[in-house]
């Protein structure tokens, strides 16, 4: 019946389903705001639900642009303007989104493509005019589809973090060297899947790297800012005097060095990006990447629901998970949780597809830790790092 409809009926019809999905989707975790015009490629723009934000603040809550295109089937092709994807500088606008919708009820689907994925993976038209990227199979390939809406959603919400903080703190590049504020939040999304590193957790690695590089950012704006005082002064004794403040700077060879101490090379921070590439394409190829995720979710919640209704106290009491799963899909078959004393620890379990592993409550934490939290924590890691590093092993370790 569809077939004999006019095209201008078809294309109301493909555009009210596209952006139904799209509001349906997004409800969950924003605030949506439609407008009555789509500039900037928006057909939503969204809000994170937090009322310590308002428009009307000094800086006011960042949003995002969702742009949502209904394919009729693989052969559509959709165009988005470049100016929507891009700055004036050509980098990637952090915040804008395209949400792909093909096929009908049962058979749908989503894909998820942000602007730095537009741009890295779609081609430009050479004959569109405004120039623009072309929206075909390409952006329907497996790596962009929705395979879990949460994880879909934490992307988008990640993004906006992010955007909101470099806005916070844009009015301060006007300094001669740029005032860089950063958190655990200014990293790609990629990075923060929570993928049991052995070597550290990235987010917090990634940020004292930058607060290391700071420092020597604030020594540079010290030497700029003496140098500044001593060019401007016109009394030539005051300008001596000034010259104190750089002195403090100059090293035993008569020179000025910046980051001596240094570590350049970053430590051990590129062994902890090999690793956890390798874990998550390996499962992004396998198709793994959603029930490993949602593994360590069920894992999660149960040790967190046992230990509220029988939380640690003694010390060297034991927190204890016990999980079956299928190997090949990563789907959790049995999961238990059990705590005791230290003379009723059962020994671990380390087999593809069974494991049991459990974690003493101890004297020493972190600081800021709760010991029970941070019994909880490695409880999970050690579980998900065996499933994880068991299926794909380091090949540089014999």
Request: charged share 30%; glycine share 6%; aromatic share 10%.
């Amino acid at each position: 019946m569809e077939d004999s409809w006019p095209t201008w009926l078809k294309i109301m019809e493909n555009g009210a389903v596209g952006e139904a999905r799209t509001r349906s989707f997004l409800i969950d975790r924003f605030w949506v705001l439609e407008r009555s015009v789509d500039t900037d490629g928006a057909d939503f723009l969204i809000q994170r639900r937090t009322t310590t934000q308002r428009f009307t603040d000094r800086v006011p809550p960042r949003v995002g642009v969702i742009q949502a295109k209904y394919f009729q089937d693989r052969r559509t092709t959709h165009y988005i303007p470049k100016s929507y994807v891009v700055d004036d500088k050509g980098m990637p606008l952090e915040g804008f989104f395209a949400l792909l919708h093909v096929g009908r009820e049962d058979d749908g689907e989503m894909y998820l493509l942000s602007a730095r994925q537009i741009v890295n993976t779609l081609s430009i038209s050479s004959t569109h005019s405004p120039e623009s990227y072309v929206v075909g199979t390409t952006a329907l390939q497996g790596t962009f589809r929705i395979n879990a809406r949460k994880l879909a959603l934490d992307q988008i919400e990640h993004s906006l973090k992010s955007q909101t903080y470099y806005q916070s703190a844009a009015f301060l590049d006007k300094l001669n060297i740029p005032y860089r504020r950063f958190s655990e939040d200014d990293i790609d999304f990629p990075w923060t899947l929570p993928l049991p590193n052995p070597v550290g957790e990235i987010p917090k690695m990634f940020v004292e790297q930058k607060e290391e590089l700071r420092k020597i950012v604030f020594d540079m704006e010290e030497v700029l800012g003496a140098i500044d005082a001593v060019l401007t002064e016109k009394d030539p004794r005051r300008a001596l005097e000034l010259m104190d403040a750089l002195r403090y700077h100059v090293d035993g060879y008569g020179k000025i060095t910046f980051g001596g101490r240094g570590d350049f090379n970053w430590g051990d921070f590129p062994d902890a990006l090999d690793t956890h590439d390798r874990w998550r394409q390996g499962l992004q190829t396998d198709g793994l990447l959603e029930p490993y995720i949602a593994m360590g979710d069920k894992l999660q919640v149960a040790l967190v629901s046992h230990t509220a209704a029988h939380p640690l106290t003694d010390k060297g009491s034991f927190l204890q998970a016990i999980i079956e799963y299928d190997r090949d899909t990563l789907n959790v078959i049995e999961l238990s949780v059990k705590s005791g004393t230290a003379a009723e620890r059962e020994p671990e379990i380390k087999t593809p597809g069974h494991v049991r592993m459990a974690s003493s409550l101890g004297e020493w934490v972190p600081r800021k830790i709760k010991p029970m939290d941070y019994t909880i924590e490695n409880v999970w890691w050690n579980v998900m790092r065996y499933v994880i590093e068991e299926r794909y092993p380091d090949p540089h370790f014999d």
